[in-house]
């Protein structure tokens, strides 16, 4: 076989690099942020580019969702209160930034246990060797109590919780989200994945009362997300099944019944991001309208992170 000729570069088409698009500028690097300097400082040298752009993006999203009083619903994985995060959420509960919460069942676990006694957690491997896990009493009476008079009175489990919270002056409750969202008058919902939690291991555990008052608070988190619209933020912290797929037939409910919900920014932070948040919080939600982020990170930084820049751009 004859052996092809040569290719011969001398012909290829070139361009000078100066007319060439380019992704990266100057303009967009970091900038050195001296020893001293305030935390607005730092945030404002931080890059323009990737997480960190998609992270000023979403500190302006909810500034502005405040400013203009549209809806900021935070989901959140019971992580978020085990990593010490509860007196962020609080806070921004109280300063009317966050107009929504919604948790797994356990988020209230440890939400009580904090409210209680200022530390929650066990270690599960060692309980588990002897079936001590999840056996805590007061734990499971307090909360599978509060769910069943909650339930009686066609309350949720959230607003259920947070109202036991307050009545019983719980020592630490400045810590409780429940609470924080009790004392605010905002919507608190909690999704129950029957089994998933250590209360419903106890004799005190209600399933009636639990399916009716977490079908409560799904209906009540349907409502919330019937009111998302233009300028409305929807942030999932660090739950990966039960929050995503609630919300999309939260989605699904309000667009049944007229209402568009486009047009708004959805945004997971997450320490993996995983298929259910990406399809049921950033994609299929903002299809007919609207802008995703998705940051990547540890909560315990991510969180105090948002916060602090939320506070500052708030104080301009």
Do not use: W
């Not at 990737?50 to 809806?71: G, M, N, W, Y």
């Not at 969202?181 to 129950?192: K, Q, S």
């Amino acid at each position: 076989m004859p052996r092809p000729p040569a290719l011969n570069l001398k012909q290829l088409r070139r361009y000078s690099v100066t007319e060439r698009p380019s992704k990266v500028a100057k303009d967009s690097f970091a900038k050195v942020t001296p020893s001293g300097s305030s935390f607005r400082t730092f945030t404002q040298n931080l890059p323009r580019i990737l997480a960190a752009q998609k992270f000023h993006q979403l500190v302006e999203a909810i500034a502005s969702a405040h400013r203009r009083r549209r809806p900021v619903l935070v989901m959140m994985g019971a992580h978020v209160l085990k990593v010490g995060l509860s007196p962020l959420i609080v806070d921004l509960i109280a300063r009317k930034v966050i107009t929504a919460i919604a948790m797994t069942g356990s988020g209230i676990i440890h939400d009580f246990e904090l409210a209680y006694q200022g530390q929650t957690s066990e270690e599960v491997a060692e309980a588990l060797a002897d079936g001590s896990f999840g056996m805590a009493r007061e734990t499971a009476d307090f909360l599978n109590g509060a769910i069943k008079e909650g339930a009686e009175e066609d309350l949720g489990i959230g607003e259920s919780v947070g109202r036991m919270i307050e009545q019983k002056k719980l020592r630490f409750r400045n810590l409780s989200v429940f609470a924080a969202a009790h004392r605010a008058g905002i919507p608190a919902t909690v999704h129950v994945a029957i089994g998933a939690d250590i209360i419903h291991q106890h004799p005190s555990c209600d399933g009636a009362a639990m399916g009716k008052a977490s079908l409560a608070d799904f209906h009540r988190l349907a409502q919330v997300v019937s009111r998302i619209g233009e300028g409305a933020v929807v942030l999932n912290i660090g739950s990966a099944v039960i929050l995503p797929e609630v919300f999309l037939k939260g989605v699904s409910i309000a667009r049944n019944l007229g209402h568009p919900v486009k047009d708004f920014t959805a945004a997971n932070l997450d320490m993996i991001q995983h298929y259910r948040p990406r399809e049921n919080v950033l994609s299929r939600p903002t299809a007919l309208g609207g802008r995703a982020i998705a940051i990547t990170g540890h909560h315990e930084l991510m969180v105090p992170l948002l916060h602090a820049a939320i506070l500052e751009k708030l104080s301009k």
